[in-house]
């Protein structure tokens, strides 16, 4: 079952055809405007809105023609609501030059006959769009400290309201009933800030809240709900930080059910991404300074698995759930990872250069990559992968041309059920992209060329957590390690011919110190451990030039004077 794409740019609005129809022609009525602002799918991907700066149109994509053309020729976003029933229209706000009155600039209209149902004033961009529920029964919008709720479309008549003194963020959740309200209360004057979160007509009274989270050192909090709404995460910023160029940041679970924790990130630094599985059951946070990593957590806020770090900053589950990408865009060179998310195996890794925006398809396999202006006006075009690393088509715009958006049709999630992952690539006449590049590190042209360079690395990359067993650096290759170094302890006395003075010297060096044997004269004692602490000193210096490492001038003269060192050792044991 393919799924059309749908591109927006300086060239108007049309279609392509996915797989597997990417070469045949779509049949879509190309819209030719070069002023369409904006363009919004509903969330089944029956209908398709967009302004073309002389009015509004909503498409039938099943049908293939226009049902609407709505005169809001000033339309600047738009969206509809979750069963597509409603179009909602923001227009910039403006005040009427004769009366100084403010205009209405926010309309909410009835697909099916086209009609305004109600107009309000709408000043700032932010929290413009009213939010619903899944089932439409509740539509919530913020007005002057309080939320204001409707039922069942009636938008003249406001069933309820929610007052918080200066509330600046709201949240509804999307399944119910029942419904879960959530509002953000920025702290001031020593006072924390807080979120609580309300079932649904139940706001009264001092303990009418379900959940509650404070907090300190936030201006902004974004508020993510899961699928099944049992659980929401928080995501607080400041704008400013000593610490931090992006801020102070802090990540809260906040359960329906009034649990509620800190959620704690295993490296500092920026909070790039969240994502909640689509089945609700866990999420995914790529985060700290780079490489970042990223962590799968459980209900309990508990590490379930462990990416290691790498060149990232977004990740995105497929619609089913069972595969995550972990990307590296932006200034990062487009790295993409393909993970199977039941077996913890990485699936392939690929690179998709100059991505400014990444989306799945519906059907959980394909995914569409872009590069869009006004981010990169350079090489604008799309990219149709498999998530198998597969490039099915490369395209870009004409010359002269921007590409501004590209959209996979949205599809209802029953069309496409889960399918069992496949490791081996699928066959496309495509070129295979670029391997991606492999970390080097920064050698100086002083050193170029020498073979006993420093052992330096600018990034510490850390593997994934199924696979730190196989990592040098732990437990259970310490101990084959200490094992080793046992053995060749006991070879070098085997080999010191009885002579003790070497072997004593030879174990100081590689095992934990122990007391010195006493000789019943303190001066003749503190001269035999001060030549021993010199012997140690010098066996570590021969181990660091046997690793490879260059020594300095000093360093080389000390290690002469072992012989010396030996044979004075020898004399105060002897005497």
């Given amino acids: 079952m393919a799924l059309p794409i749908t591109l927006r740019g300086s060239a108007g609005i049309w279609m392509i055809n996915g797989p597997p129809n990417i070469d045949k022609p779509h049949d879509f009525p190309r819209e030719t405007s070069s002023k369409c602002k904006v363009m919004v799918f509903s969330k089944d991907g029956a209908m398709l809105a967009w302004s073309n700066g002389d009015c509004v149109k909503i498409f039938d994509v099943a049908a293939n023609k226009v049902l609407k053309e709505i005169d809001r020729p000033r339309a600047s976003l738009m969206t509809f609501s979750p069963k597509g029933t409603y179009l909602v229209i923001w227009e910039l706000y403006t005040v009427d030059k004769a009366t100084q009155n403010g205009l209405p600039n926010l309309s909410i209209y009835d697909v099916a006959s086209g009609q305004c149902l109600k107009t309000l004033i709408q000043k700032k961009v932010t929290h413009w769009n009213p939010l619903f529920s899944d089932d439409e029964k509740i539509c919530c919008r913020n007005v002057n400290n309080e939320l204001h709720f409707y039922e069942d479309g009636k938008f003249d008549e406001i069933k309820t309201k929610l007052h918080l003194q200066k509330v600046t963020g709201y949240s509804l959740s999307g399944a119910g009933p029942p419904y879960m309200v959530a509002g953000y209360v920025p702290g001031g004057k020593g006072q924390p800030c807080f979120v609580r979160v309300y079932k649904y007509p139940n706001f009264g009274g001092p303990n009418a809240a379900v959940a509650n989270r404070t907090f300190f050192k936030a201006d902004k909090v974004e508020m993510l709900w899961n699928k099944a709404s049992t659980a929401m995460l928080l995501l607080t910023t400041t704008d400013t930080s000593e610490s931090s160029y992006y801020g102070d940041q802090g990540l809260h679970y906040l359960g329906s059910n009034g649990e509620s924790s800190l959620v704690h990130l295993g490296k500092n630094g920026p909070v790039y991404h969240i994502e909640w599985s689509p089945k609700s059951t866990e999420f995914c946070v790529v985060y700290g300074f780079m490489p970042a990593k990223a962590t799968i957590y459980n209900m309990k806020t508990e590490p379930v698995f462990d990416f290691g770090t790498g060149p990232r900053n977004f990740g995105f589950y497929n619609p089913q759930g069972s595969i995550l990408c972990l990307c590296g865009f932006g200034n990062l060179r487009g790295n993409m990872e393909f993970w199977d998310v039941k077996q913890k195996k990485l699936i392939c890794q690929t690179q998709s250069q100059d991505t400014t925006s990444f989306q799945w398809c519906a059907d959980g396999e394909h995914i569409l990559t872009a590069t869009t202006a006004p981010r990169l006006r350079v090489g604008n075009g799309y990219r149709i992968w498999h998530y198998t690393g597969a490039m099915l088509e490369e395209k870009h715009v004409g010359k002269g041309e921007e590409l501004w958006e590209a959209f996979w049709c949205p599809a209802p999630l029953e069309r496409f059920p889960e399918k069992p992952?496949?490791?081996?690539?699928?066959?496309?006449?495509?070129?295979?992209?670029?391997?991606?590049?492999?970390?080097?590190?920064?050698?100086?042209?002083?050193?170029?060329?020498?073979?006993?360079?420093?052992?330096?690395?600018?990034?510490?990359?850390?593997?994934?957590?199924?696979?730190?067993?196989?990592?040098?650096?732990?437990?259970?290759?310490?101990?084959?390690?200490?094992?080793?170094?046992?053995?060749?302890?006991?070879?070098?006395?085997?080999?010191?011919?009885?002579?003790?003075?070497?072997?004593?010297?030879?174990?100081?060096?590689?095992?934990?110190?122990?007391?010195?044997?006493?000789?019943?004269?303190?001066?003749?004692?503190?001269?035999?451990?001060?030549?021993?602490?010199?012997?140690?000193?010098?066996?570590?210096?021969?181990?660091?030039?046997?690793?490879?490492?260059?020594?300095?001038?000093?360093?080389?003269?000390?290690?002469?004077?072992?012989?010396?060192?030996?044979?004075?050792?020898?004399?105060?044991?002897?005497?």
């Fill in 421 to 575: 992952i496949s490791y081996r690539q699928v066959p496309s006449e495509k070129p295979a992209p670029p391997p991606v590049s492999t970390q080097q590190t920064y050698v100086p042209p002083s050193m170029r060329g020498k073979t006993n360079l420093p052992s330096t690395k600018l990034h510490e990359y850390e593997p994934p957590s199924n696979q730190k067993k196989q990592d040098p650096s732990m437990p259970v290759s310490k101990n084959k390690k200490k094992k080793e170094a046992k053995k060749n302890r006991e070879a070098e006395k085997a080999a010191s011919g009885g002579n003790e003075a070497v072997s004593m010297v030879t174990s100081a060096a590689s095992a934990p110190s122990v007391p010195m044997p006493s000789t019943g004269d303190p001066e003749k004692d503190k001269k035999i451990r001060n030549l021993m602490k010199k012997l140690q000193a010098i066996e570590v210096l021969k181990e660091q030039q046997k690793a490879g490492k260059q020594l300095e001038l000093n360093q080389l003269t000390k290690m002469k004077t072992e012989d010396a060192l030996l044979a004075e050792l020898k004399a105060l044991e002897i005497s």
